[in-house]
Each structure stands twice: as structure tokens, then as C-alpha cells.
């Protein structure tokens, strides 16, 4: 005799069940039950995983012991319904059954809007083909899963918003199997559950049910030891005998083993937002609903021992196994008449014999043949036409919407002459095995990027091409991580939130999937504590737990036939979105391939580039035809000079552009990959810098044993270091001689290295493995560094040819066109590492002319337009003389480069600068503006009809220059429009706004511009905040940035806004970096300082910092801080009136701090609170 | 240390002390900022209440120094000192009295005198600097000191008019068309060219009557008639109110001197005169030494200190009072009469462990009865009426590990099992004890052959202890 429990939840059944499905499984093998039936509450989203962990085991008993136990994995659904209708659970029998289970998930989860799914008792009715149900005793529903103002509405009713019925069951596995009674149950006869109550309702059920599907109902009971079981027993036994049904035994588990009861108490009472000790009767009275031995269950159930045997019936009826799952490619991208493959070639080789019309080179051709080979024996022909179709849409869009393919696609030449990447593989002896292999039976993974602001019409195409019942994102579940479960079980254990906010505090990055117990002493509680104690063990068992499904980021699986009979579909959070529950690694698992349809914010960069370039005569490019190698653009990056160039921004890769000193195309391929964690961890950028740089000889690692030559072929081309992640991979097959599969396995485990903990055993068998062969153990140690460094960040070489493509294109427009660089990036924001303040001041420095935004020229978006125009708005204080001009001159000419070739262009600021101003103000203003320009703020307020608030915005950011108003006067006036009146009422009263005595205002100083051009655009053209303190940092002997450059040792201060504070890697060191108006100078922490000067670093918007300067080899300025103070307040000089308020009241001031709350501190205005953007941080 | 408070969902500081202050915190700072700043920070929940309250508490303090105390909330008091400086001194050395007085409690206090409350209060909170008279020290005040929102006082600055005196020079018609009426009636309050009306807070004394008598009444009989009219006042006046009251203070001054109270709680607010002199004369019933009027008593005076809303109650059609109201009438009879601790009510409590599932509470405070579980029709009851506290040990016959009893022997009587039905296993709350421990029991209802039935449980599972104990929790019916 055997059995098997068929009513088990996994924690798929969110913040019910408490066992991962592996752990299930796991305990019913160990258990030696003969099967186990998955059924999570209306979804299948954690049966691939049970499937998976069945595998895996399954593998390793046949490794270990040359047999596999016999065991049935039945993988189902329990189904809650909204109408009181007690929880069945199902199991399709067949793979048609299986689709007809998903079909019905789908339609309950498109009806609920807001997730949740809603069904009901008729559903299952018209679904109920090919299945096993186990009907249960009661409903578990909760009317708060479902959005029930949603449900309520009377469409919801039937499948009006829901995928339609009408398209044919194609699919050829889709045919009712024999056992199938294919009932059809007509919609006319209404169930009316509702009538009855309890048992009633529970009778009605059975009876229904066995009539429409016979034999294939069971009615579930468990004996949760809940004082009246026997009885209750007895009672639905006699229920069933009424209605022929036989009755299974089971536990309706909901974790593993009994040691799970207290987290299952822990997520009962996150979800229903109690405290364990508030809970109450809200919980389980104790831990019985784990699975139990054989054994135990026949003691339970000595009564009905039939009800045990009942498991065995049920599991020899189950059929359907996820393999069954076939899947296919869509069809349409082929031609009628044509074979795939045959159409997939032809349009290869058309390609190929335009790039090469004298004919197409061997070596391509063996390429070709190669690739064309392993795409007809794996049938993969369908999934490039699908990629070269979206990619296709994408060209043929007016205008076109940019896009290139990413990551390891670029290996094939296939991929390369179709468009999808933009990379050569000749060129770079690229091997489009490590694409896609036969060896390893994986589907081939094509990520390809689009501008992100357009990715949207391209996802939509593919909604609409292949309809939503064949097309739909991939799901990303999102897991517990650190702090958010902590954040959560403390407040289930009642802790108070500042407790576990202290403890969260600890964790760096909200993606920490581990809380070590040193983060309890960082915070200083005491593990000793019972309390702690108690959190962190249950946080231990909660994290990594699935918390909800999400949308994958651009991931499209399509099918040839009904997504939805393979899997359920969900309506995404966003619009006019849907997703199906699985994930990446399910879909992997299945075997079901996917598109990636990716955002990438630099493509749209690049195309205003282009835009803006062909609108102003600059020349007409695209990707592809921007001229190569110019050498003048590597001068410029060699300089260290890239701040807006895509991936090469960053503070750490300026900093290596000097000392890698790119010459050619390939050098940028090195420079994206070096500055990543993989390297770095590795330790492998210093040699591959000294070998470089000609200070050592390029030598390869040579094994004692065997051809010392073997890694030429794998680190040839980085002077022997490895720097890629396919490098990291030959190398543990070459020497360490791993198999190839064996190095997949290595790879898979690096990729989900967050999730498990398999890379242990690989780690000792790489480095043993090199040892053993001959190789250095400090080389070997690092090489697996460097792979455990790419398990999370790593690039292979493929990526980082397509990704220092767009370095160089961006590069080479920052080069020669900065204004429409600048003028792209600000259009694209938010993107790239920078501020608009640091984006403008870069282009100002290489010689661009800014220009402020003002109402009578600028447009929403920031433009370019000719120098040669005089600006309307050029000089400040044309009404007011006395606002010191003489300081703006001296501030830009100081920084202007002179006028080069090329760049006789001036930016224009926009609209969409000013903050708070909508998009659609600066289009009727725009639009308005078409009669002719304004003459005052009146006229410009009645003619393109603004609220006053926009007004008093344009007012603010001082954009009324070209009618002769500085900020001040502007304000004055445009404070004076009336409010928000209907048109009619404004024109009329307009007319009455009549002349007003002069008001007399002080003219406002130059050094409360700058603060308020900070506030209301971030940035300010007039000057730099520093500039107006620098007299008092002189007196003090503090130095700006330019002349802190001119030393190579000593000791100095310095002072300066803070830009950005960074704690990389495993945060030995604090990277702070101050601006002054003469630049920018970078000050590192050690964290031995930073602990000491936490409070001031952390807090200051204005730093004076004090410390050594060190500069390196290449010239790059480092200093190396050994005392931080916090200058903020000295900001609130800038806008305060100097007569009036001398310093010796401020520093009164300080001596008795003010402590009121929503006072600000005497005499000082709450706007110096922002006074400047906030840096970016870290926490 | 801060106070923070829950703003859209971020943690931020609302108040902080001198010492964070001084560490650069401020208001509004995101508590996870301050705590990037400063690790060990003590954080706690900010109580507006509380701090109202306190607020209150301090106006009631300087009620020595004038009547009228007017709330300038959160932190701030405004006292008409009219015509009240003379008992100290004049002005300064009020301000200077008040401030030692704060000071020994540890409140630190900006103080400042003016012609107009407004003038006052602006000076208070704004002044940084001397000033040779109240006028110039006003027209030094920053404009944030009107009070305006954040927008109109930024954009006031932002215009270059600083000061109040940067404003009051200028027509104020310019003013009013940009900034509004109020903004204008605001600086005309503030120079005392308008009269600003302050709101003095209104202290509800207690309700109070009383009686006086021009000869002593020497009679108690006489002297609770007039109890029960002070009685009928003071319901009068609960009633505009809408409020009941909680507790009655009877105070009877004797002619020689001497005061005897008696005081009554009612467990619901009331206003029945007849129930609130049965309450005093249960109070005086149960007194070992009875109301003895000596000489007489010339005042008698009935207090009612604590009072609560109370909505009129609607009788019944048909006549006849509400079961609950006799239910509390009788509650509050019996508390009287017994003490308070005597009469008590069974109060649910939401736990699986049975003898923690109901709480005794004195019944005046148990508030309005919670309905009780009702049976299910048809099923026997889960629980005993009867509840062992502590159970009581008995020896079991059982089957091993988690069979149900066949015999067992309590009270050194051999019972028998005839009919049983279990177990309901209760598991221990966890999170109450260190690492888990305690004992789950196996709870069994049984039926001996006497027909006898019993509710005993096994005191842990053979996993948890060698040799789990059995006893008896209680008896059905």
C-alpha cells in the first residue's frame, strides 16, 4: 500500500503556505510517499519549480544509486471561488486537461482588474474536462483577495473583458483524451450555490459534479485534530456515500514539516496585518497541516482506510507531466509557401550579398553554413524570424525607432546580417557556439533594446500581431529580501518600526538576500535577546520566500498556439499589459523561449541626437553611419573627458579612461568591462593595466602538465587576464578541465547565485581542478573570484562589443556636436549618472553657448539654435544695473573653450526644465506664441491662457528677460495676474489691470539668482554658489578644486557642493564629490574616517573637507580626507541681504540652537532647506 | 533623541532634541537619513495629543498670572497681560518670574511683550536682535513672521521685501492684489493698526451645584432630599450637554466644621436621578459609621468630576426598561454595595489556550457586555461549564503515543471511559516562550460509564517530554 498527500500548498499560495515547493517535494520523497499533487490557490505559478526540484532529485538518486525511486508528481490547482462554493482542488489527467485548467485560471485572473482571481462555481463547470477535482469541505475564500467594487460591476459577469472563446483549439496535443467524458454543460442551467448553506451547499456541489464529470470527483477530508473530527469524518463520509463519491485522505498541508508552524503563524499574520500575540484565533490552534508518514495516516484514518488507498487511485489516473508541454514558435513571420529555415536563409544571404557583392568571404560563409546548420537541427528558425520582425517594426517606424540587440546574441553572424546586433562577429572572432550550443539544450536568449520612451509601441505591435491570447510578458516574482522582511516579521512579532528600521538600516541595497548576524551587533541589539533571537530565525526561513508576481521587464514569451492553454495569463499592473506566472527560470525549465524586449534611455538619447542633428543641418547619420575611428573622439575620452557618454560615466570608469588610454574600438569593448565587479573582485585590472601599459610582459599562466600553450586561445586577446565572462568559462574547461556541461552547470549557478547555494562544490573542483594541472593557486583563486564576481554583474564579450558601440557613437556626437548632446541628454531625463546642472556645466566647459529658458523663444524641449542670434535674454540685469554683470562674463568666459569647427551652435534651455511645469502650458504657450512674440505678462497671460501658477513659475525662472523683467520685476507682475478665471472673465478684467506706481523693489543680487535659478531650473547659468562664498574660504585658506589641482602633495582643505557620496563594493572606502565653480575635485574615505565624520559627510549639502592630496601616474586628483565639516549653513549667505544680518548674529545664533518644529530657525526662509538639488546617496 | 512621525509612508522627524539639533537634525529629516548620520539615535513615536495635553497643562499654570490664556498651538502661549504686571513688577520681571518657572520644570522659553497679540507672538518666535522700540523691532521681523503659506512668504522674499518694514512702507494695495487680503490684515495686526481678537481658552469646570442652608439641617433624611434635588440640577445641566455622569461626589459641610464625602461610580454614564440616590444610599447603608449630621449641616454640594457622552436612550414601545440598562442599573447597585472589585464579568479574550479565553474584570469596568460564542445547534459543547484552575493531575490508562484515555483515576476514583471524543490539540504560543518549549496538549471529552463527563487533556506530545502528564481541565454537564 502507499500514499500520497494531493491537497498540499506551497508558498506560491502567498502568505498561506510556508515551505518553498522543492522542500515539499523533498519531504514527501523522504517520507516515501508514492506522489505528491501541488495545488496553490488559483495558480500553477510554483509547479515548475516542484517540477524542476523532482528532476534534480530524481537525477541524483540515479547517480547515486542506478534506480529512481517511483514517484507521481501531480501538478494542479486549488480553486477558490468567490461565490461560497467550497475549495476544489484540480489535477488535469491530460494535456488537454491542462489547458482547459489554464484557460479557466486566465479567464478569473483577467476578470479581477486588480489582481486576484475571480471564479466562480459555472466556470468550473464549463472548464471541467479531463481533470481530477477534489472537492473540499469548506470555501477559504476571503473577500479581500479580490477587488470586490471590481467584481461587482455587472460586465464582469461573463467573458466580456476577457480573452475571447472564439479561436479554435489548434493546439495538436489539445485533443480530449479517452478518459475525457467531454461534458459539455450548457450555461443555461445557473447554479445557485448560494442557496444553501454548509453541508447543503457542499451536497449540491458533489451532486452537480458527479453528474458532469463521473469518476472523477473525490471529496477530501482531512483530521486536523480539531476536537470534533471524528465526527465531522463520519458526517462528510455519509455526504459522499449519498452522492457516490469516494472520499481521500489527506492533511491539506500547508508546509513541509511540523517545524514550520511558527512561520506559518508569522505569514498568517503578515497578511492579515496582526502581531502573533494580537492574532488569536486568527491562527492555527496548532502545527498539524504538514505532511505525514503513511503510517500516521492510516492511524488517523482507521476508520475509512479506503480514504487513504483513495491517493493511489487518483495518481494512476494522472497522465499529464509538465513535459508535455511542446512548445512552438509563432508562424506568422513567414511567408506563405516558405519553410522557415529556407525563408530565414534567403533572407541572410540577401543581406550577406549586399555587404559583400563580390561575393561572400569563407570564412562567412563557413560561419554561416555552421550557424544555419544548428538552427535547423534544433528547429530554432521561427525565434530569429520573430526577433527579426520586432526588429523590423521597429526600423520601418516614422521615424524609426532605434534598436540593438544585446548580450551573448551578438556571437551570431545570423543575428548580425539580419540587423537584430549591430556587432561583426568576423570582425571579432566572435563564436556563436557559446550562443547557442547543441551541446547545451537551452533555448537561445535575444535581448534587444529599444529607445525607451517608443519601447512601449513596440511591445504593443506584438501584442496586436499575435494577439493577447498567444503573446505575453514573462513574470519576475519578487522574493522576500532582507530589509523587507524584516521590515515585515518584526511587526509581526510586534517590535516597534524603529527597531527593525534600525535593523534594516544595516543592510546595504535593498537586494541583500541574506541577514547575517553581525548586522544584529551593527544595530546594536544582542542575539541573546529572545526576541532577536526569535526575529532572526524566522527571518532566516522567510527570506527568499516569493512575495508576488511582477511583470518581467521586457521578456515575451509567444506561441504559436493559445498562451493560455499552457499557462494562465495575469493583467499586469500597467495598461494594456499581460503576463503569464512563470518566471525566467521556469520558462527555461519548460523550455518555452522568449524575446527580450528591453528599454534602453541611451537609444533615445542618440535618436533626438539625430533628430536634432538633421533638423539643424548638421549632417544626416544613423547608427550604423557614424563615421569609425575617429581619433580625435579617443583623444577625448583619454582625457577622461565623458561625462554624459553611455557606460563610461561613471566616476570609477573616468577615472580608468586615462589609465587604459583608449586608442581603437576594441580598447572601449575592454573599458565597458573592466570597471565592473567581475575584475575588480577578481583582482585582474591591475596586471591587465601594467601589461598594457608595456610594464610587464603579457604572459600566459602555463600548466605544468599538458600543452603550455592551451590558454593562448582564451586570453590572447587581454594580454593574458581574463577580463570576460566567456573567458572566465574557457577557462574552467580548458584548465581546470571542466566539461562543458559541467562549466554550464558553474555558469547557471554564478547567474543564480542570489538564489542558491550550489556553488560551493563547483568552487573546490575549479581551483583543485587548475592546481592539479599545474597552475598557480593565487591564479586559480582569483580566476574563481572573478567568476563569482560575474555571478551577479558580469559582462560576457558579446555584451560589451554592442554596448561600447553606443560608447563610441555617444562619444563621437559629445565630441563633435556637445550642444546637441547636452540638448538630447536633458531631453531624455531621467537617465545617465548626472544631474542637468553637471550635464550643462560639461557642455558649457567644451565651448557651448547656454542659453536661459525665456517665453518668447524656448520651447518645451531644450533646442539648439545658430550663435550668430543675438539672445533676447543675454544679459542679466538689463534692468537693473546694478546686479554686478561684470561676474556672469567673468564666470562663463573663464570656462568657454573658444569657438571650434562644428560647434557654432548655442543650446537653448526649455521648458521642461523648469520644475512643476507641465508639458502642456509650454504647448499652449508655444502655440500662442506663433502671432508674434509677448510684449508683457500680461498679454503672454491672456493669450496662451496660463493658470497664474504656471506664470509665477516662468516668473521664477527668470524667463521673462526678452520683454525686459528680471525675476524680480517679472515675479512682481505675474503675482498681480488674477487667478484662475475662466477666459471671457480673464480678458475682460485684464483690461482693468491698469498702471500701478512703481513698487521700488531692491534690485535682487546676483548671488540670489544663482540660489534661485538652483531652485527652480537645478541649475544655474549665471554662476556657481561657490563663487559668492569663495571671498570668506579664501580669508579662510581654503582652496578651490583648480588650484587643489595644481599640487601633487600636501595637505589642503577644500570646499565645495556636494555632488555625490558613493560607498562601492564592500564599502572600505566613501567616495565624496564636491564642485566649486572652478570644477570638481574628488575626496576619498577611508571607513576608519567616515565612522568619525559620519554625521557631516551624510548630512552636508556643503563640504570643507581637509586631507592629503595624492594624485596618480595619469594625473587623476584624488584627496584623501581626513577631516569633514559641514558647511551647509554658509549656502544661506547666497540669498540673504548682507547689510541687514551680519554674521555675528548667525553665530549667536548657533550658540542657542533653535529647536521649534515647524519654524524655521529665526530669520532664515524655509527655501534654503532646498537650495540645492539633492546629491545622490547611498543608504 | 526625535520625535518622528509617519509621512507618506517615510519615517520623518517631526521634533528633536537640543542635543540632536545640535547634531545638525532637523525637522522633516527622513528618519533613515538621520540614522545614516547618526547610528545610535533614539527615535520615538510622536504624540500630538500628548503634546496638546501638555500644552493645556501649562496654560492651566498661567492662570496665575492672568485669567485669560489663549493656545497659540503647538508650542506656543499667548497671555493678555493687561493691567496683571503690577503684582510682580512690571513686564520684564513677569516674563523673567514665568521663566524661572518653566525653567525648573526644564522648558526653555522665547518670551517676548507687544501691543497686539500678534505683534507679541511674531516677536517671540522671530526677533534675532535688539531693538530701540517695539515698532522698529517689528519692522526688523523677517516676513515669514506673518505667517503667510511657504509660497507667498518665498515669493515676498524673492520680490526683495525682507523685512516687515520692507512691506509696511509700501502701498498696501500692491500687497493685497498679489498676496491677498489676509496677507495685509495680517501686517495691519502686526504694526496694531487693526485689532487682532484673541480666542482666550475657555476652562469647563467641573459640574457643580450646591446648597446652601441658612440654619443646619439637622436631619439625613432631609439632607439626601436635597441631594436628590441637587441631583435633578446637575442631570439638568449633564443633559444640554448630552453627557452622563461616570462618578458622584455628595460633600456635606457641617456646621462645626467637619466634611464627610461620599462619592459613586455608575459603569455606564447616567443620568438617572432615581439610580444615583439609590447608589448614594447603598453607599450610605453600607458605611459603619452613618452620615451623622452632628449640628447640621449649613452646605451641601454635589460634584459630578468625571462625565462622558451619553446619546438620550429611547425606551421601548411596548414600555418597560431595556434588559442592559437593568442589567447595568444592577451592576452598579451591587459594585456599590460590595466594592468594585467584587462584582465582575467575564470578558473574551481572542486565544486558542482555554484558561486564558475569558478575563475577570471588575464589572463597573468592563464596558458593554461582548455577546458569548453560541453553541452550535446540534453539536455538544467544546468547552466544560466548569473550569479547573490549576487542572487537576490524574493517572491514565492510554494508548501510547497519542491515543485517547481508556480508564483514569482522579481523586483517587477509578472512572472508566466509555465514550470519548479528541483530540483537540492546542500547541503552545511560541512567541511568548524562549525557543519554542512548552507542551502541546491533546484535549479529549469523556464520557465515563456513570455517565459522568469529564474534559481532560495529556499535558505533551511522547516527542516533547519522556512522560507527558494527564489531568483534568473540567466538567460538562
Known amino acids: ?1179 | 533623541m526625535v520625535f518622528v512621525e509617519s509621512v507618506k509612508g517615510a519615517m520623518r522627524i517631526i521634533a528633536c532634541c537640543q542635543t540632536a539639533a545640535a547634531l545638525g537634525l532637523a525637522s522633516g529629516t527622513t528618519l533613515a537619513d538621520a540614522r545614516a548620520r547618526v547610528p545610535d539615535l533614539e527615535a520615538i513615536d510622536h504624540a500630538p495629543h500628548a503634546d496638546h495635553d501638555w500644552l493645556e497643562a501649562l496654560a492651566d499654570g498661567c492662570g496665575r498670572y492672568t485669567p485669560s490664556v489663549a493656545l497659540d498651538p503647538p508650542d506656543g502661549l499667548v497671555l493678555d497681560i493687561a493691567g496683571c504686571t503690577h503684582g510682580f513688577g512690571g513686564e520684564r520681571e513677569l516674563g523673567a518670574e514665568i521663566e524661572s518657572q518653566l525653567a525648573r520644570r526644564g522648558i526653555a522659553v522665547r518670551w517676548a511683550c507687544g501691543d497686539t497679540p500678534d505683534a507679541a507672538r511674531a516677536l517671540a518666535r522671530f526677533q534675532t536682535a535688539a531693538a530701540p522700540d517695539e515698532d522698529a523691532a517689528i519692522r526688523r521681523l523677517p516676513v515669514i513672521a506673518l505667517g503667510l503659506d511657504d509660497e507667498d512668504t518665498v515669493a515676498l522674499s524673492r520680490a526683495g521685501l525682507k523685512t516687515i518694514g520692507d512691506i509696511a512702507c509700501r502701498p498696501l494695495a500692491m500687497i493685497a492684489a498679489r498676496f491677498g487680503a489676509d496677507a495685509v490684515t495680517g501686517i495691519r495686526r502686526i504694526l496694531g493698526e487693526e485689532e487682532s481678537p484673541l480666542t482666550p481658552r475657555v476652562v469647563t469646570p467641573p459640574l457643580r451645584v450646591e446648597r446652601r442652608f441658612a440654619e443646619p439641617v439637622a436631619r439625613t433624611e432631609y439632607a439626601l432630599e436635597v441631594l436628590g434635588e441637587l441631583a435633578a440640577e446637575a442631570v439638568v445641566v449633564l443633559e444640554e450637554t448630552g453627557e452622563g455622569g461616570r462618578r458622584f461626589e455628595a460633600r456635606f459641610f457641617r456646621s462645626d466644621g467637619l466634611v464627610q464625602r461620599l462619592a459613586v461610580e455608575t459603569g455606564q454614564p447616567s443620568r438617572d436621578v432615581k439610580a444615583i440616590l439609590r447608589l448614594f444610599r447603598e453607599r450610605i447603608d453600607s458605611l459603619s459609621d452613618p452620615i451623622d449630621p452632628g449640628f447640621g449641616f449649613d452646605l451641601i454640594r454635589l460634584d459630578v468630576p468625571i462625565a462622558e457622552p451619553l446619546d438620550a436612550s429611547q425606551l421601548k414601545l411596548e414600555g418597560g426598561a431595556v434588559a442592559e440598562i437593568e442589567v447595568a442599573a444592577l451592576i452598579d447597585r451591587l459594585s456599590t454595595r460590595l466594592g468594585r472589585g467584587r462584582v465582575r464579568r467575564f470578558v473574551p479574550r481572542d486565544t486558542h489556550i482555554p484558561e486564558q479565553a475569558e478575563l475577570l474584570l471588575p464589572a463597573v469596568e468592563a464596558g458593554k457586555p461582548v455577546p458569548w460564542p453560541k453553541p452550535e445547534a446540534g453539536e455538544p459543547p467544546l468547552r466544560p461549564i466548569h473550569l479547573f484552575d490549576p487542572p487537576q493531575p490524574i493517572q491514565v490508562t492510554s494508548e501510547v503515543p497519542d491515543g485517547p484515555p481508556l480508564q483514569f483515576r482522579w481523586r483517587r476514583t477509578l472512572h472508566e471511559v466509555a465514550r470519548m471524543e479528541g483530540p483537540e490539540r492546542i500547541a503552545p504560543e511560541w512567541w511568548r516562550r524562549r525557543e519554542g518549549k512548552g507542551l502541546t496538549r491533546d484535549y479529549y471529552r469523556i464520557e465515563d460509564v456513570r455517565g459522568r463527563r469529564f474534559w481532560i487533556f495529556r499535558h505533551g506530545l511522547y516527542d516533547e517530554v519522556e512522560q507527558p502528564g494527564w489531568y483534568v481541565h473540567g466538567l460538562f454537564a
Open chain 1, 1 to 1179: 500500500m502507499s500514499f500520497a498527500d494531493l491537497v498540499t500548498a506551497t508558498n506560491y499560495s502567498f502568505l498561506r503556505g510556508a515551505s518553498h515547493p522543492k522542500d515539499m517535494v523533498g519531504q514527501a520523497l523522504a517520507l516515501g510517499h508514492s506522489g505528491i499533487g501541488i495545488a496553490d490557490r488559483n495558480t500553477v505559478a510554483g509547479v515548475v519549480r516542484a517540477h524542476v526540484a523532482l528532476k534534480e532529485s530524481q537525477a541524483k538518486s540515479r547517480e547515486e544509486t542506478g534506480s529512481e525511486t517511483p514517484f507521481k508528481l501531480a501538478v494542479g490547482s486549488r480553486l477558490v471561488f468567490v461565490d461560497g462554493t467550497p475549495d476544489i482542488v484540480v489535477y488535469p489527467r491530460t494535456r488537454y486537461g491542462w489547458g482547459r485548467l489554464t484557460r479557466l485560471l486566465t479567464l478569473g485572473n483577467r476578470r479581477a482588474e486588480k489582481g486576484g482571481c475571480i471564479l466562480r462555481f459555472a466556470d468550473l463547470l464549463e472548464f471541467a474536462q479531463d481533470m481530477v477535482l477534489i472537492v473540499l469541505s469548506e470555501s477559504s475564500f476571503d473577500p479581500h483577495e479580490v477587488d470586490e467594487a471590481k467584481h461587482s460591476r455587472p460586465k464582469s459577469d461573463d467573458s466580456s473583458n476577457v480573452v475571447t472563446l472564439e479561436f479554435s483549439d489548434r493546439h495538436p496535443g489539445l485533443v480530449p483524451g479517452p478518459t475525457g467524458e467531454h461534458a459539455t454543460v450548457s450555461r443555461l442551467e445557473r447554479w445557485a450555490p448560494a442557496q444553501g448553506r454548509g453541508d447543503d451547499r457542499l451536497e449540491r456541489v458533489l451532486a452537480r459534479l458527479a453528474k458532469a464529470l463521473p469518476g472523477g470527483i473525490w471529496l477530501g477530508v482531512s483530521m486536523p485534530r480539531a476536537g470534533r473530527d471524528g465526527r465531522k469524518l463520519a458526517r462528510l463520509c455519509r455526504l459522499a456515500n449519498e452522492a457516490h463519491v469516494p472520499v481521500l485522505a489527506t492533511c491539506d498541508a500547508l508546509y513541509a514539516t511540523a517545524g514550520q508552524r511558527p512561520l506559518h503563524d508569522i505569514v498568517t499574520c503578515i497578511r492579515k496585518g496582526e502581531t502573533v500575540a494580537g492574532a488569536g484565533r486568527l491562527l492555527e490552534a496548532n502545527g498539524e497541516r504538514h505532511l505525514k508518514p503513511e503510517t500516521e495516516m492510516r492511524r488517523l484514518f482507521r476508520d475509512r482506510p479506503d480514504a487513504v488507498d483513495e491517493s493511489e487511485r487518483i495518481l494512476s489516473l494522472i497522465d499529464f507531466t509538465l513535459d508535455q508541454l511542446k512548445y512552438e514558435y509563432p508562424h506568422e513571420p513567414v511567408p506563405p509557401g516558405w519553410d522557415p529555415q529556407d525563408w530565414l536563409e534567403h533572407l541572410v544571404y540577401k543581406e550577406a550579398n549586399k555587404q559583400h557583392p563580390d561575393g561572400i568571404p569563407v570564412k562567412l560563409q563557413k560561419t554561416l553554413d555552421e550557424e544555419f546548420e544548428l538552427i535547423r537541427d534544433r528547429n530554432y528558425a521561427y525565434y530569429f524570424l520573430t526577433v527579426y520582425e520586432a526588429v523590423k517594426f521597429a526600423r520601418e517606424q516614422k521615424p524609426p525607432i532605434l534598436c540593438q540587440g544585446r548580450g551573448s546574441a551578438a556571437n551570431s553572424a545570423v543575428c548580425y546580417l539580419l540587423g537584430v546586433t549591430s556587432v561583426d562577429p568576423m570582425k571579432y572572432d566572435l563564436l556563436f557556439s557559446r550562443f547557442v550550443s547543441s551541446k547545451r539544450d537551452e533555448p537561445p536568449d535575444i535581448d534587444v533594446d529599444f529607445e525607451h520612451e517608443r519601447r512601449e509601441d513596440v511591445i504593443q505591435h506584438i501584442y496586436e500581431r499575435y494577439g493577447r491570447h498567444r503573446a505575453a510578458i514573462a513574470a519576475t516574482v519578487i522574493h522576500y529580501r532582507a530589509r523587507s522582511t524584516v521590515r515585515e516579521v518584526g511587526k509581526a512579532l510586534g517590535l516597534s518600526e524603529d527597531v527593525t528600521q534600525r535593523l534594516t538600516s544595516t543592510v546595504w541595497g535593498s537586494y541583500a538576500s541574506s541577514m547575517e548576524e553581525d548586522r544584529f551587533a551593527m544595530a546594536g541589539y544582542s542575539l541573546d535577546n529572545p526576541a532577536m533571537a526569535q526575529l532572526k530565525t524566522i527571518v532566516d526561513q522567510l527570506l527568499e520566500f516569493p512575495r508576488h508576481l511582477s511583470q518581467h521587464v521586457g521578456g515575451f514569451v509567444l506561441t504559436q498556439d493559445r498562451l493560455d492553454e499552457t499557462v494562465p495569463l495575469h493583467n499586469a499592473a500597467m495598461e494594456d499589459r499581460t503576463f503569464i506566472e512563470w518566471d525566467k527560470d521556469d520558462i527555461d525549465a519548460l523550455g518555452l523561449m522568449k524575446v527580450d524586449i528591453l528599454a534602453l534611455g541611451m537609444l533615445t538619447c542618440i535618436q533626438k541626437c539625430f533628430d536634432l542633428m538633421r533638423l539643424h543641418g548638421l549632417g544626416d547619420y544613423d547608427l550604423k553611419s557614424i563615421p569609425q575611428d575617429d581619433p580625435e573622439v579617443y583623444d577625448m575620452l583619454r582625457k577622461g573627458d565623458s561625462i554624459g557618454v553611455f557606460q563610461i560615466e561613471s566616476r570609477a570608469q573616468i577615472n580608468m579612461l586615462p589609465r587604459l588610454k583608449p586608442r581603437k574600438f576594441y580598447d572601449l569593448v575592454i573599458q565597458v568591462a573592466i570597471v565592473r565587479p567581475g575584475p575588480i573582485e577578481g583582482d585582474m585590472v591591475h596586471p591587465y593595466l601594467r601589461r598594457r601599459a608595456g610594464k610587464e610582459k603579457p604572459e600566459l599562466p602555463s600548466p605544468k602538465y599538458g600543452d603550455p600553450g592551451e590558454l593562448k586561445d582564451v586570453l590572447g586577446k587581454t594580454e593574458g587576464v581574463p577580463l570576460f565572462q566567456e573567458q572566465a568559462m574557457k577557462l574552467a574547461i580548458v584548465a581546470a578541465g571542466f566539461s562543458p556541461d559541467k562549466a554550464n552547470e558553474l555558469r547557471k549557478a554564478m547567474a543564480t547565485f542570489r538564489n542558491a547555494g550550489t556553488i560551493g562544490n563547483l568552487k573546490a573542483d575549479m581551483i583543485e581542478g587548475m592546481v592539479k594541472r599545474g597552475y598557480e593557486r593565487d591564479f586559480a583563486e582569483r580566476c574563481y573570484k572573478q567568476i563569482e564576481g560575474f555571478g551577479s554583474y558580469g559582462f560576457p564579450e558579446s555584451h560589451a562589443l554592442s554596448f561600447a558601440g553606443l560608447v563610441y557613437v555617444s562619444s563621437w556626437i559629445k565630441y563633435h556636436h556637445p550642444a546637441v548632446f547636452c540638448a538630447a541628454l536633458l531631453n531624455s531625463q531621467p537617465m545617465g549618472f548626472y544631474a542637468p546642472a553637471q550635464l550643462v556645466g560639461d557642455a558649457r566647459k567644451h565651448g557651448v553657448e547656454v542659453r536661459e529658458v525665456d517665453v518668447n523663444v524656448s520651447a518645451w524641449d531644450n533646442t539648439i539654435e545658430p550663435v550668430l542670434n543675438r539672445d533676447p535674454g543675454l544679459v542679466p540685469g538689463v534692468t537693473h544695473p546694478q546686479s554686478t554683470p561684470s561676474l556672469v562674463a567673468q564666470w562663463t568666459l573663464e570656462h568657454v573653450r573658444g569657438d571650434e569647427e562644428g560647434k557654432g551652435v548655442a543650446l537653448r534651455l526649455g521648458f521642461r526644465q523648469i520644475d512643476g511645469f507641465k508639458e502642456d502650458w509650454a504647448k499652449s504657450l508655444v502655440a500662442s506664441r506663433e502671432t508674434g512674440p509677448f510684449a508683457s505678462v500680461e498679454e503672454l497671460a491672456a493669450r496662451a491662457n496660463l493658470p497664474s501658477r504656471a506664470l509665477r513659475l516662468l516668473a521664477d525662472a527668470d524667463a521673462f528677460r526678452s520683454i525686459d523683467l528680471d525675476r524680480r520685476g517679472a515675479l512682481w507682475e505675474a503675482r498681480r495676474m488674477p487667478g484662475d478665471v475662466l477666459p471671457l472673465f480673464a480678458a475682460a478684467e485684464a483690461r482693468q489691470l491698469g498702471a500701478e506706481t512703481d513698487a521700488q523693489l531692491p534690485a535682487m543680487p546676483l548671488s540670489e539668482h544663482v540660489a534661485a535659478d538652483y531652485q527652480v531650473t537645478r541649475l544655474s547659468l549665471k554662476g556657481h554658489p561657490m563663487q559668492f562664498l569663495r571671498e570668506g574660504f579664501e580669508r579662510e585658506g581654503v582652496l578651490s578644486s583648480a588650484e587643489a589641482g595644481r599640487l601633487s602633495k600636501g595637505r589642503v582643505r577644500v570646499a565645495g557642493v556636494v555632488l555625490v557620496r558613493q560607498r562601492p563594493g564592500k564599502g572600505n572606502a566613501i567616495f565624496v564629490t564636491l564642485e566649486d565653480e572652478t570644477g570638481i575635485v574628488n575626496v576619498l574615505f577611508w571607513a576608519r574616517t567616515f565612522e568619525v565624520y559620519r554625521r557631516q559627510i551624510m548630512a552636508a549639502h556643503l563640504m570643507e573637507v581637509e586631507g592629503e592630496v595624492r594624485k596618480s601616474e595619469e594625473g587623476v586628483l584624488h584627496i584623501i580626507g581626513a577631516r569633514a565639516i559641514d558647511r551647509t549653513e554658509e549656502l544661506s549667505k547666497l540669498s540673504e541681504d548682507h547689510v541687514t544680518r551680519p554674521p555675528m548674529a548667525r553665530a549667536d545664533v548657533s550658540l542657542a540652537p533653535d529647536h521649534r518644529r515647524d519654524v524655521a530657525p529665526r530669520g532664515s526662509h524655509p527655501r534654503n532647506v532646498r537650495i540645492l538639488p539633492k546629491s545622490r546617496d547611498f543608504h
